[in-house]
């Protein structure tokens, strides 16, 4: 009986440090947007240190 080689199979490269994921730039985003991202940040950031120092958070008026 005679054996028959395969060749052998192609290893895969497991792709282990993708590049970093290219999203739109900060200066792309409109003014108005940027601003409104700005004011969420700091009254995010207010409130976290209000929190961690026992003070209840602070309630806005809205106009919605």
């Known amino acids: 009986m005679q054996s028959?080689?395969?060749?052998?199979?192609?290893?895969?490269?497991?792709?282990?440090?993708r590049p970093a994921h290219k999203g739109?730039?900060?200066s792309a985003v409109p003014i108005e947007i940027q601003q409104q991202v700005l004011r969420l940040?700091?009254?995010m950031l207010r409130d976290h240190v209000a929190r961690r120092r026992?003070?209840?958070?602070l309630q806005e008026d809205r106009d919605e």
Do not use: M, N
């Open 4 to 17: 028959t080689l395969k060749p052998p199979q192609r290893a895969i490269q497991l792709v282990l440090f």
């Open 24 to 26: 739109p730039s900060w």
């Open 41 to 43: 940040l700091a009254r």
């Open 54 to 57: 026992g003070e209840p958070a």
